[in-house]
């Protein structure tokens, strides 16, 4: 005689799924047809949204820098050249904002149609959208402040449902830095150094993931004030690996993103998606590039 355990009625612990990216450096080509040197990859971006269209992720964290804001950057405002953006060709051509915004909105739109059903989505102001923060708050660019000038606005991210956080210099930190997933802190991050892991979770003291630095990177910290072991990683980027803020350093920049599970208990799993050759391989399926809208090539 055999007794059967009956599982009618039993839930399995719910595991929810996120997908963290960031640093696209979304930038529209110039009006006169120059294409950016300093801009997203459309081939990873391509990559990216078949990916999630079959993950399926819960929830979602956008690391920021999604814009590069060429136009406003104060690099190019140091060299004379506000508003010009550099061109794969050596030359130089007229950027505008309002493009490059479009171009984000697209791209949102794109996320949206991959995965209707991922509702718990957040967005990270970085630096470079901080850009706009400084510009809109500076009384001689007063008769500029328009939607343009506030990504929450113009990405219409309260309309997409989106949870807006703002970046802080590390020296004011407070809640709006950073999403929380189980028991990891997800931020853009601060600081471009050498062991610059082991600088943040000096800071953090708690698991977390970042972006900023553009590569793939993780780290495991013990001996920890909680006696328990902590891990910490960055993420590559999904951007050109010639963009000029490489400083040609093509083996030391990386592409990709990352799937996170947050355990019923909050504990996390972090699994780093590399693109490797334009492909990404997940779950035994091969990912290659394919079309995406125009504006986005």
Known sequence: MTTQKRNSGLKRPSVKKWVVYGDLHIESNCRSGGRPIDRHDPKVISLFLQFIKDFKPDGSVNLGDMAHMGPISPWQSAKGLYGQIALTDGEWGEGYLEDEMECCNLFLDLFSEAVPKCKDNYMM?????FWLRLLRNNPQYKSLRN?????EKNWRLKERGYKYRTYERYDSFCKENWVQIGNRKVIHGWWVVMNFLAKHYSFMHCPFIMGHVHTAESKSFANTPD?????AFSLGCMCTKEASYHRGRLNRWSQGWAVVYELPNKETI????PVKCNTVIYNGKTYNPKPIPDRLM
């Open 270 to 273: 972090v699994h780093q998606i």
């Open 125 to 129: 102001e970085a630096n470079h959208e």
């Open 147 to 151: 939607d343009l000038f506030y990504p």
């Open 227 to 231: 006696g328990i072991e902590h891990d």
